[in-house]
């Protein structure tokens, strides 16, 4: 007997429309933009042009930033719509593709796709990445690992993850997304 209504600063009430889901947004835009620095600060510090991927790239919050700075950008989300709104924005250098992240099979099919990436961008929902391993196998050159997590506890599960592959955790920078709210965001960053 629920209706679910899908809203955020896109949406006015004459536009809504009932249990038709949106790409995600951060909800806070101040702190994303604290977050949208912070990557800004992690790639040119690097001094480099990586080649890289994003996992969970949604419509494009991080895309644009990574386009600006990586050499090549593999935007992976299995959410069509986002995936449509990113690849409508024509960043140069991005190629948008809609995959299941939550199949090992989709995620082994992106073997190729990844072979030359060495970063590798992801900012997961809530549940984190259970499949973290599976893109592993399949990304054996990414050297830096930029992880957005929305949740500390599924962060941590796939860290370890990312520690059984050689992964060494160089950074964790908190974010207090809602304030007077449990919700943190984490920003980490690991290299091998």
Request: aromatic content about 6%; charged content about 25%; proline content about 6%.
């Amino acid at each position: 007997g629920w209706t679910t209504l899908h809203i955020d600063d896109d949406v006015d009430a004459a536009t809504v429309e009932p249990e038709q889901r949106r790409p995600f947004r951060q909800g806070n835009e101040a702190q994303n933009e604290r977050m949208v620095t912070w990557l800004e600060e992690q790639l040119a510090a690097s001094g480099e042009r990586p080649g890289a991927v994003e996992l969970f790239a949604g419509s494009g919050n991080f895309t644009r930033t990574l386009a600006r700075h990586c050499s090549s950008v593999l935007a992976v989300d299995s959410f069509a719509p986002a995936v449509e709104q990113l690849g409508a924005l024509q960043l140069q250098g991005v190629t948008a593709r809609c995959v299941d992240l939550a199949r090992r099979e989709d995620i082994s099919g992106l073997r190729r796709q990844v072979e030359g990436a060495s970063l590798l961008l992801l900012d997961p929902p809530r549940d984190g990445f259970p499949k973290a391993k599976a893109f592993l196998e399949a990304a054996t050159g990414v050297k830096t690992v930029l992880y957005i997590s929305c949740d500390p506890a599924t962060c941590r599960r796939d860290l370890e993850v990312f520690a059984t592959k050689g992964f060494k955790l160089e950074s964790v920078q908190p974010v207090d997304l809602y304030p007077q709210t449990p919700h943190v965001e984490m920003l980490t960053v690991l290299k091998r």
